[in-house]
């Protein structure tokens, strides 16, 4: 990745909430981030945290309620439905669940060949041909898997198909919303190269959602942490990993189970998880967090913290280094 | 001394349109009494067939049970009649599953799913009635023991109205209070976040300590396995291909697929992620022929195709089923 | 890779998921049973003049000397008032029984899967209230009541008995459709065409009809024998199929006269209308373990 990339998404304080009959959920409140042309950038979070909704708001499933997202310099704060069909074919989604990504109904074939149509990327008589090259593409061997149907075949499988179907029409910007949350080990390890592999061959910048912090710690170059619609902390990859500050990292990272005591040593002392994580219809007054975290003082329960800039290029949002940094 | 449940040489067998699905391949597994022990395989192994056929809740046609034994305190359940199964799982065996939202009566609370647990199985156990109130003190303290806070008003609540955590502590204390000495949880965390994974497993390992209760827990993920096993299982195909003590397997893992298996998962350490395991799993219409992870084993000998490889012992608990380690 | 050999995979693709239904279909005996009846049902209908003994009996005949009598062997379900042969009778009678059910089922199914998918697609916009009204009022009349009133304000005939049911049977699948279409509106496969920008048509027909197919045609099959009871109904009362046709409630309503005496006029007709309904509830309840989804 060119250091000295483009900022190719940016997003400015974004909220967006949803009325429903228990109350406002306020399912990503403020959030401030931009993405740099090629990289990969990480979303952590767990259920409430607001990354899925974030996913959707940029690929233009769902409108802001505030704030801002801009791409290419170009704001995109808009519906899909209002969206110009260039900015269609340039953004696409992964989404997190094969099983439903896929229409059961049709083919292989026929699901490749809906964006290719649509945007008439190429002649009828080509368009085979570009389906099977997509799914060469994603080393799906043609014959074997043009026409079955995706209940013939299994969730990493199912995945590749999303993937190629996303990257059918050539686009620049890829949203992977847990894409390998649902499977097993061995078969993320195969999408996942596939995945860092053709944003090498194509020059793709990832935005990147999940849960799974060790993954991120290997793909992405840069993490952002988010906890009830706030973000805690950004990072470059390896000062996250190395310097947490956020306790609600902490207590992430102590939480994952690994597998070797190399990766143990590596975990920041033990913050032992406790506590709900609350609904964000209700969320906690102050700092979101303040009812789980270890290290609460006073001010938590009132004061909502704001970001500070703790070290070059890390951000952190919270009271235990509210003075320490500029904002 | 005889181990609570000893599983010799198990085949399972379904019948579907195209022809048998020969799924368990001759699966041996000794679980001792208070003994935590771990099965771990990817989807489609079988050792979600593996647990029903103990829980003899296989749906017989289309599955066959075509061989081997399933021996509970020495005595086959295969052979057991269906009164004295039923007296098993009231008051021996019970269960926790991936989906507590799933396992749980949406239409009745909590309290009283908890309550009808505690009453069916002390009528088996051969005790007098309890009153209602011993009842309700009795669901009130093992849901305590979970960890779960509040627990009076939560027995009030419908499973709706509860987080996936809470729910999964429901599921448990409904297994602890039939179970007395073997728990079979078959991907108990999987659909639960992070930090609250954290916290059940570090709960049902307390539990099942201090009730001396054995455990088989089941699950893709090796994270999750080592922290909570003495003893683990790696199954792969229907077949067990190496089992050891945690430590030992995971210092020193000698099976190709065990090995490729650990390598694929993502560590915190940053190694960058590994190329998986080359191929797909079996089709169990036609299974490779010997060792079933032959085709995808970048050790594969001739004799690996010949001949299924028994359990060789390696090391103190520790055995491998490959041929690389033939005595 | 050659188009011959994409044929191929696709034609040996498409034979594989045949046998694959067919396997699921005939599971059940009954299930062969039912098709097997409909499938003799179809035929004799369709050859009826070759294969009945008395194929101008269906009509205005008159033979008053052979009126009445019991089934034997020249006559095997006897001879109704005027002499006509009642078995042949009934052949024909379920040509007027078939037709009728494949043009209300033509008619209705259409129009009601399209507002069905349509309202369902438009949820919260008042195209979907103004269908979905629409479709309860329908529903909300009793569809006997419905046919009997239209078919009275018109001259009773087969053609309005038709028209009548056809109008009061649409709302059925509009209602089927709607619900599918509404459960599907948000699973990611939909979304997915929507980013992508296809058009709301493909997104109708090509996404969405193709999950409802198989509850289309199973409720079809089910429907049917509904529809041909409701024909044999009207017919009944004297408002569908009108003598000399040999429609098989119009026999039924005849034969009812007749009872307990001269039973086989109206018995055989009524065995006959059960026979078509059953067959085509089995077939019905084929279909939808065909379509069922098999979990291992």
Redesign the interface.
């Known amino acids: 990745m060119n250091p000295l990339s483009e900022e190719i998404l940016t997003v400015e304080n974004l909220k967006k909430f949803f009325v429903t009959k228990q109350g406002t959920v306020r399912a990503v409140d403020n959030i401030s981030f931009s993405i740099k042309e090629g990289e990969t950038c990480g979303l952590v979070g767990?259920?409430g945290s607001g990354k899925t909704t974030v996913a959707h708001t940029i690929?233009?499933?769902y409108e802001p309620t505030e704030g801002r997202v801009s791409f290419k310099g170009q704001s995109i704060s808009k519906v899909?439905?209002q969206r110009p069909?260039n900015l269609?074919k340039d953004i696409?989604?992964v989404?997190?669940?094969p099983g439903?990504?896929?229409?059961?109904?049709?083919?292989i074939k026929?699901i490749l060949e809906?964006?290719i149509t649509?945007?008439r990327t190429y002649s009828n008589k080509d368009r085979?041909g570009r389906v099977?090259e997509l799914l060469t593409m994603v080393e799906l061997p043609?014959?074997e898997y043009?026409?079955?149907?995706p209940?013939a075949i299994?969730?990493g499988e199912k995945q590749m198909v999303a993937i190629a179907?996303a990257l059918a029409?050539n686009p620049s910007f890829v949203v992977l919303d847990e894409p390998t949350s649902a499977l097993?080990?061995?078969?993320?390890?195969?999408i996942?190269?596939l995945l860092?592999h053709l944003q090498k061959n194509l020059n793709l910048t990832y935005l990147f959602i999940t849960?799974?912090?060790?993954?991120m710690?290997?793909?992405a170059s840069r993490v952002a942490i988010m906890y009830l619609g706030k973000i805690c902390e950004v990072a470059s990859?390896?000062d996250f990993?190395q310097n947490p500050f956020h306790p609600y990292t902490k207590?992430?990272?102590?939480?994952?189970?690994?597998?070797?005591d190399?990766?143990e040593d590596?975990?920041p002392q033990e913050v032992?998880?406790?506590?709900?994580?609350p609904?964000p219809v209700n969320v906690p007054p102050g700092c979101s967090f303040h009812l789980r975290c270890p290290e609460k003082m006073e001010i938590c329960s009132q004061v909502d913290p704001t970001m500070v800039n703790i070290r070059e290029g890390h951000v952190v949002r919270c009271h235990l280094w509210q003075g320490t940094g500029n904002v | 001394m005889i181990p609570l449940l000893e599983i010799r040489d198990l085949h399972v067998r379904f019948k579907i349109f195209e022809g048998e699905l020969k799924v368990l391949n001759g699966v041996d597994m000794v679980i001792g009494e208070g003994e935590k022990v771990g099965l771990v395989g990817e989807t489609g192994c079988g050792k979600t067939t593996t647990m029903k056929s103990v829980l003899h809740v296989l749906p017989i046609p289309p599955a066959k049970i075509s061989g081997g034994e399933i021996l509970y305190r020495g005595k086959d359940i295969l052979k057991m009649k269906p009164g004295e199964i039923r007296r098993l799982r009231k008051g021996e065996m019970s269960a926790i599953f991936q989906d507590p939202l799933a396992a749980l009566n949406p239409v009745f609370t909590v309290g009283h799913q908890l309550r009808d647990v505690i009453k069916y199985s002390l009528i088996t156990q051969g005790r007098e009635n309890l009153s209602k109130e011993e009842i309700s003190a009795q669901s009130i303290t093992v849901l305590k023991e979970t960890g779960m806070p509040d627990s009076e008003r939560i027995l009030s609540n419908y499973p709706i109205q509860l987080s996936g955590g809470m729910r999964q502590r429901v599921c448990i204390s409904e297994a602890l209070s039939a179970a007395a000495k073997l728990l079979m949880a078959d991907e108990p965390t999987t659909n639960l976040d992070v930090t609250i994974q954290a916290q059940i497993l570090r709960q049902l390992n307390e539990l099942v300590e201090k009730r001396r209760i054995s455990i088989l827990l089941i699950s893709h993920s090796l994270g999750v396995v080592r922290k909570v096993t003495e003893r683990v299982y790696i199954m792969y195909a229907g077949n067990v291909v190496e089992t050891a003590r945690t430590k030992d397997l995971f210092a020193d893992p000698l099976h190709p697929y065990t090995k490729a298996l650990l390598k694929s998962v993502p560590k915190l350490t940053g190694e960058g992620i590994s190329q998986g395991i080359r191929g797909r799993i079996p089709n169990y219409l036609n299974p490779p022929s010997g060792c079933r992870f032959h085709p995808r084993c970048d050790h594969a000998m001739p004799m690996c195709e010949g001949e299924r490889p028994a359990a060789f012992i390696v090391g103190d608990n520790h055995t491998v089923a490959c041929f690389l380690y033939k005595r | 890779m050659s188009r011959i050999e994409l044929l191929a995979a696709a034609l040996s693709r498409k034979r594989a998921s045949f046998s694959k239904g067919w396997y699921k279909y005939s599971r059940n005996p009954l299930s062969i049973l039912g098709l097997t009846i409909l499938c003799l049902i179809i035929l004799a209908a369709v050859f009826a003049p070759y294969i009945t003994p008395y194929p101008e009996h269906a009509g205005a005949f008159t033979n008053f000397r052979e009126s009445s009598q019991p089934p034997n062997p020249t006559y095997f379900f006897g001879t109704d008032t005027v002499g006509r042969d009642v078995f042949t009778r009934v052949i024909f009678g379920y040509r007027f029984s078939l037709v009728l059910a494949v043009v209300v089922l033509s008619l209705s199914i259409p129009p009601g899967v399209i507002m069905g998918l349509i309202a369902g697609y438009f949820q919260g916009t008042r195209i979907e209230i103004a269908i979905m009204r629409i479709t309860d009022i329908f529903l909300a009349v009793p569809p006997l009541v419905l046919a009997l009133a239209i078919t009275v304000m018109l001259s009773p005939n087969l053609f309005n008995q038709m028209m009548a049911i056809s109008l009061m049977w649409w709302p059925w699948y509009s209602r089927l459709v709607y619900s599918i279409t509404t459960s599907l509106r948000h699973e990611y496969f939909v979304r997915e065409a929507e980013l992508t920008g296809a058009s709301k048509l493909h997104i109708l027909l090509r996404e969405i009809l193709p999950n409802c197919a198989a509850p289309i045609l199973t409720k079809m099959s089910l429907d049917a024998g509904f529809v041909i009871t409701v024909g044999a109904s009207l017919s009944f009362l004297g408002l569908g199929v009108q003598p000399p046709k040999p429609g098989l409630g119009t026999m039924v309503a005849d034969g009812a006269k007749r009872l307990p005496a001269e039973w086989w006029m109206a018995v055989f007709p009524a065995i006959a209308i059960v026979m078509v309904i059953l067959a085509f509830n089995l077939v019905g309840d084929g279909l939808r373990d065909m379509f069922a989804v098999e979990e291992v």
């Open positions: 767990e259920s690929v233009g499933i899909f439905s069909k269609k696409r989604i989404f997190q669940d439903s990504s896929l229409n059961p109904r049709r083919s026929q809906v964006p649509v945007h085979l099977m043609p014959e043009l026409y079955k149907s209940q299994g969730g179907r029409t097993d080990v061995s078969v993320q390890a195969k996942i190269n860092m849960h799974d912090l060790s993954l710690r290997n793909i990859t390896v990993f207590m992430l990272l102590s939480s994952i189970p690994t597998v070797s190399d990766e590596l975990k032992i998880s406790r506590g709900e994580i609904s």
